[in-house]
């Protein structure tokens, strides 16, 4: 089955820094890859999404970037505020399994002032 | 988000007893998905539903059984719990083609097995 993993495992950044979470995944065959943002004791909120077939996708200050061959995508986060501060997740699915998501670890990132 | 709800919120309970958690949907989504989180394991799938009456096994399906007889509620029912069931359970739903890739959590529902 699928494989993700996910690094790092937590980050520190400044305010207005930007930070970067890095995914690997095993099955070539995964064409969707959303990133979730979670807050302390709330849901899993989806910030961003990208499909196979697009290689980068932008929303304000979030972007998320994947490259097929390599099997890896990254979330990328500029001018960070308080506020980024949330565990961060990264999801593959494949859509023979029906489009079961396989989850990252997660990411504690922690902006500072 | 407030599409889907969860019940109860917080629950404690024995070991050996049975618990059912409950998940709802406003959306009519055809898939439906438990997963737990525990600390440096993320997000891990228990069961998961394609459609009324159809539920499949996830990465992590012993000591659970879901039933989904309408398509708006899955509910999970631990049939004799054990510690190692403490957790956090999130129940998401998600549509079919389209758009549909999207998943959507609920609230939560924070179980602990004493």
């Known amino acids: 089955g699928e494989n993700v993993e996910q690094h790092p495992s937590t980050l520190s950044v400044q305010e207005g820094d930007s930070a970067v979470i890095k995914c690997t995944y095993s099955?070539?065959?995964?064409?969707?890859f959303p990133w979730y943002k979670q807050e302390l004791g709330k849901r899993p909120q989806l910030i961003i999404d990208?499909?196979?077939?697009?290689g980068e996708k932008k929303d304000q200050r979030i972007a998320v970037t994947l490259n097929k061959t390599a099997k890896h995508f990254s979330l990328h986060i500029t001018e960070t505020q308080p506020e980024d501060s949330a565990v961060y997740f990264c999801?593959?699915?494949?859509?023979?399994?029906?489009?079961?998501?396989?989850f990252g670890t997660g990411t504690r990132l922690q902006v500072t002032l | 988000d407030a599409g889907i709800t969860q019940s109860p919120r917080y629950k404690i309970t024995e070991t050996g007893r049975q618990v059912t958690l409950m998940c709802h949907q406003t959306?009519?989504?055809?898939?439906m998905f438990w997963y737990r989180q525990d600390l440096g394991h993320g997000l891990r799938l228990i069961y998961y539903?394609?459609?009324?009456?159809?539920?499949d096994k996830g990465e992590v399906p012993d000591g659970y059984v879901v039933s989904r007889s309408k398509t708006e509620n899955f509910p999970l029912t631990l049939e004799s719990a054990t510690r190692s069931q403490t957790s956090v359970y999130f129940c998401?739903?998600?549509?079919?083609?389209?758009?549909?890739?999207?998943?959507?959590f609920g609230p939560g529902t924070r179980l602990t097995v004493t």
């Open positions: 998401a739903a998600r549509g079919t083609g389209g758009e549909g890739y999207e998943q959507y």
């Open positions: 999801a593959a699915s494949n859509p023979g399994t029906a489009s079961k998501l396989t």
């Open positions: 539903s394609a459609a009324a009456d159809i539920t």
């Open positions: 099955d070539s065959a995964s064409n969707y």
């Open positions: 959306w009519s989504h055809s898939y």
């Open positions: 990208i499909r196979s077939n697009v």
